[in-house]
């Protein structure tokens, strides 16, 4: 039997408003081994921490329990709270009286009844806690970062500065991302390549950095500061070592006609090739599907003009084994597949096209060279229509709930360079609603509307009805006016709802690391925590947690790497204490937990026991508490009862059920 | 005259620590109601509740249980909700052939993010438990007298 | 090969050769059309209001008809297609309006959704395929120009009808392909034809009609083809271009048009 | 036609107006936009405020072609379509057959040509 304490937190109004805190307090009062009670509006406030030390002291306390926030809060506050009295910190246990309680129940009777069952459960449990240490392992003091566009490139950046080797793995060609593919950038308008280019330059110059591109990820095992990743290295048939750059393979692949995929689409590249003029490397790969020598045999052209004879077909995928301390995920995102949305003619008709592609349309070293032309006739566009929220704010079968965030503002910066480049093109915008939050961005979206006369509609676009004579025909609602409009058009530019990069959920799942509805990463708190995954070790940049903007995610992948270098200036970390042990003397040595095991945790040792005065050796399970994570599969699976979990026991459950129904 | 009492059904919740508690804390924050009914505890991952949890929460007097645990796939220790997922399939069959009737069990995926499902899956569950009424008491012939 | 068939009302009278061909064709690509005994007009409409049971009966006993032969049920017109797959969607899926609908019925057995509907359409595209229809064409179409028009009850909702992608639709360009024409796709195709408005408004149906037309002929359609008796009503007013029904060229590509 | 008629409205049509974030897609698809008084976007305020009373009034309820583009649409799953189509149900089951069309006014519209499903719909729509 335990001297119990029992702290019961007002959390301002937070609790106190829905919860009889007093009454609370008097009740467990009553319960077995209480011997101390007592409420406060803060607990988690230095006082608060004050005043449980302080009873610990007094009392001789044994164990305590808080009744406050979920533990997901503050757990590790009265933890630590409770070891600078001299309690083991094993020995608290919380009662989630705010989350599971006082914040979804309005009547005060229902609410302080389950406040007082919560708190009876988690005294029933303290009861049967044991003073458990951590154990230490060592951090591995080299960082992953996954994903080479912007986000990756700066927190790998950040990372190596602080003096830790850091890995980018990319799986395209070069590093550079979607910010590579962006023409200009909002507010400021400045060349997205003039400013991003440096960032390459520099990440692929840095003693630090290593790049591994036209690379994935195949899989990760090991956990925070011990993680051990498998990379492919995809074939490029093109020697990294000896590839000079000079292009001329490029110039001479006969095979021209596979899609560039830089540049959505829209026009062709050749089998070998880099992506962009300023790839990093400048190291062409060879695309086996549309290579002849890789399907016929025959041409090899490439090979006989390369002066340095880098070109090497022989090339297999290899696989590289490496121990990382952090990964940091930064795998960016795609605009959605416009399939499911035939009304706006994006397959039909070639002078639709999404914001991306305008992108690549206004680009000098796009398929049009930077003019702006219709992509079916090459004609000059007089009438423009831009659709806000296209696949945005859908909560249908066919888009996105969310709101991409950055569609008004690109689309804004869109409208405005082509009044300003094309003075005598029409620019009309249908909008449902304009958001523009952040520095400069309403200023910029007002500027588009009143110094370059951009034609703004509130409405959404019905459809656009390809014509016979190559115009297209936009119907759509005027809101304000009370009108509905067709008008004729010469192109169509849809704000494409984004989404994260398709092999993501794929990643999340290798790391364990959980993953929302939209298949966005989601962060151990949304507010306070917000580039750390729920995993740990594992941490968020960029578009892969949450649309947003270049700003932005500069931010957070700076952010995601001060979380690292945090982590990684840690020589040894201490493990978590509730791992699984067996109990020698039921262990029948039959296997079942070693084949549950995710962690290869479990081994078999033979031991002498000493069973009812009968000696013998036995085969039995140990489990090796440094790769044991503590999930518990291992003591449902044991057939005898031997295995059981330190801090979540059986008989600890058992008693929280107990006291929940009694 | 006596005034009948208004059935509140005793339900008890498993939830992992990495999805579907995270899932309940943010149901809390958001404000999305459920009966208080439920009483959750936490446990590392849904592959730590023993059949023997359920059974002792019947036992003593539970109306419903319900165990919530990360998506398929989803899991933080990658396989733990599969086989939370066999074994509970393998225990509500057994029950409902004692006289525990299926509605009185679920197992229901809550990722962390799904604040919204968590208050839905509940606040169903609470009235497909009030539906069925009382539960039998699972009596554990050992202990009788 | 046997399908329940449920022509509707249309079909006996001023849409006749839509259903006679059809069943021409039909023997001629080995399947037979078995109408449902006693079967009672669909309405024409689907009722949207959650709350209505009575007027989905008809297609209820319809449904049941074929479930109790083991058939799928197979329909021409897109009204009745519209009702039937909707009612069906509902017993399926809506257990208010199937529990209703059942007690209504007084049945031992509760009808709950298990026939599978088709468009004869969908019976050419699914179960017989457009590559095999072509080899048994023995008229090819060739150089005709062919516009399909779908209208809105072939493929509206989406998602309950299940027949084709609404807003982008190819079954009825595949099945000109197959009889050898050119199809000739144009946006206007899954635009409404006016509907039943025309029996009030007649000017504004032929507007909306004149406006698909114009669209159709502006890519080079010569020729529309329609699997609705409302919609080749409403496209007649306009005189663009000729309006066929889809089942009368196939009778012809297969070769048995004039056959008795 | 009052409060309590926009809820019958809501349960009739199963539509939860509140979802509806005034896009005006439905507006922007409605081929009978034109003929309408009460645009297919107003149909859900009108709903939401409770004026049931100029709803039953307007010759919107009679000019939508269930032409279902607007259901097929909406990014919300409001479907204006269905509001429209209860509302119209409403005034029917309140008015009975003098709603809108009466039989004696059939054959004048006529021609030799109009088929059965036209006068069936039509008759489904207008009266019940």
Known sequence: MQRIGVFVCHCGSNIAATVDVKRVVETVKKEQGVVHAEDYPYMCSEAGQALIAAAIKEKNLGGIVVCSCSPRMHEATFRKAAERAGLNPYMVEIANIREHCSWIHKDMEEATEKAVILARAAIAKVHLNSHLQPGESLVTKRALVIGGGIAGIQTALDIAEAGYEVDIVEKTPSIGGRMSQLDKTFPTLDCSACILTPKMVDAAAHEKINLYTYSEVESVSGFVGNFSVDIRKKARFVDMNKCTGCGLCQEKCPSKKAKSEFNRGLNTRSAIYTPFAQAIPNVPVIDTESCVKMKTGKCGLCEKVCQAGAIDYSQKDEIITEKYGAIVVATGFDTINLDQYGEYAYNESPDVITSLELERVMNAAGPTKGHLERLSDGKAPKEIVFIQCVGSRCDDHRGKPYCSKICCMYTAKHAMLIRDKYPDVNVTVFYIDVRTPGKNFDEFYRRAVEEYGVNYIKGQVGKVVPQPDGSLLVQGSDLLDGKQIKMRADMVVLATAIEPEAGVRKIATMLTASIDTNNFLTEAHPKLRPVESPTAGVFLSGVCQGPKDIPETVSQAGAAAVKVIGLLAKDKLLTNPCTAESDTLLCNGCSVCQNVCPYGAIGYEDKEVNDHGIRETRRVAVVNSALCQGCGACTVACPSGAMDLKGFSNRQILAEVDAICR | MPVEKEFRPKIVAFCCNWCSYAGADLAGSSRLGYPADVKIIRVPCSCRVNPMFILRAFEKGADGVILCGCHPGDCHYSTGNYYARRRMTLLFSLLDYLGVEEGRTRVEWVSAAEGVKFSTVMNEFVDKIRSLGENVRLGDLRCKN | ?260 | MSKHDAEMIREISGVNPLKCMKCGKCSATCPAYDEMDIKPHQFVSYVLRGDIEALADSKSLWKCLSCFACIERCPRNVEPAKLIDAARQAVIRQRGNEADLSPDEIPALLDEKTPQQLLVSAFRRYRR
């Open chain 3, 1 to 260: 090969m046997k399908y329940s068939y449920y022509p509707g009302c249309t079909l006996r009278t001023k849409a006749k050769e839509l259903d006679t061909y059809a069943r021409k064709s039909a023997e001629a690509l080995g399947f037979t059309l078995e109408e449902v005994e006693n079967w009672q007009c669909c309405g024409g409409v689907y009722p949207l209001g959650t709350d209505e049971v009575a007027t989905k009966l008809s297609s209820v006993r319809a449904l049941r008809d074929a479930k109790e032969k083991g058939q799928a049920l197979v329909t021409l017109c897109s009204a009745c297609h519209h009702v039937l797959k909707r009612v069906n969607d509902d017993m399926k899926n809506v257990p208010k309006v199937r529990d209703a609908a059942n007690l209504y019925m007084g049945e031992e057995e509760p009808y709950m959704g298990e026939t599978e509907v088709l468009h004869f359409l969908e019976v050419l595209r699914d179960k017989i395929g457009f590559e095999e229809l072509a080899k048994k064409v023995v008229n090819p179409l060739t150089g005709k120009k062919i516009g399909a028009y779908y209208g809105c009850l072939l493929l509206r909702p989406g998602q309950i009808l299940g027949f084709d992608d609404p807003e982008n639709p190819t079954i009825i360009e595949d099945f000109i392909r197959a009889i050898g024409a050119e199809p000739v796709s144009y946006a206007m195709r899954n635009e409404c034809c006016g509907g039943y408005i025309s029996l009030r408004d007649g000017e504004k149906a032929q507007n909306m009609c004149d406006a698909i037309m114009e669209n159709a002929a502006g890519f080079g359609a010569e020729m529309l083809l329609t699997a609705c008796p409302l919609c080749m009503y409403n496209l007649n007013k306009s005189d663009k271009l000729p309006v066929y029904y889809f089942t009368e060229l196939l009778a012809e590509a297969l070769g048995v048009k004039e056959a008795e």
